[in-house]
């Protein structure tokens, strides 16, 4: 059976309705809120502008990394929810199934539309997104990029491979590493993500 992504939006959207006290919305094994998205990305670009032009591409990293490790953890939860088991795992043949399943909430959670145009078991993934979130703030905000500027969903794509063929959680996390070859953010059709094994880990 194919991933149906509409049937698991569904699921999130009747799951969401039940909220604590304090917003927290308690779902697919995890403790989900909402969060405008100019907020985050308010954060997340002016953190990388305080930073400054000598540290900048630490500031990324650091983004990159925090998405990477959300969604490892994030992701862990979702897949050992009861949601999962009842409203996903049914749709799920094989193991490549279970990164459409993970792309599904996430377009479920708003996190855009993604879109797993290419994967490579254990090698390589590609995920595309044509309306990123993050892509469309940044326009919003300051313009035209000078570089890639999707770095919720550039760790997020590491994630999901890190989760499938990274090995036993939690010792999987950053065994795979991906980058944007394509940003709406700087001008392209799309945003476009390739996860591969990172090449800074010796025992990848
Ligand atoms: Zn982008």
Redesign the pocket.
């Given at each position: 059976m194919a991933i149906d992504g509409t049937k698991i939006i569904h699921a999130v959207m009747e799951g969401s309705k039940i909220r604590e006290s304090k917003g927290i919305i308690p779902l697919f094994g995890v403790y989900l809120s909402l969060c405008a998205t100019q907020y985050y990305n308010k954060l997340s670009f002016d953190f990388e502008e305080k930073m400054g032009k000598k540290r900048e591409s630490e500031a990324r990293t650091l983004l990159i990394g925090a998405a990477q490790e959300c969604g490892y953890a994030t992701f862990q939860g979702i897949r050992d929810s009861w949601e999962w088991k009842q409203v996903v795992a049914p749709m799920i043949e094989n193991k490549e199934d279970q990164i459409l399943g993970f792309a599904a909430v996430a377009v479920a959670f708003g996190w855009g539309d993604l879109e797993v145009e290419e994967l490579i078991p254990g090698e390589k993934l590609i995920i595309r997104?044509s309306d990123?979130y993050?892509?469309r703030g940044y326009l919003e905000q300051h313009g035209l990029a000078k570089s890639?500027?999707?770095y919720m969903?550039?760790g997020v794509a590491g994630a999901f491979m890190d989760l499938i063929y990274g090995g036993d959680y939690p010792e999987g996390l950053y065994v795979f590493s991906a980058s944007?070859t394509?940003?709406?953010?700087?001008g392209?059709a799309y945003?476009e993500f390739i996860a591969r094994k990172s090449s800074h880990r010796s025992d990848a």
């Open positions: 997104v990123s993050e892509a890639e500027k999707c969903l550039r944007e394509l940003c709406r953010a700087k392209d945003c």
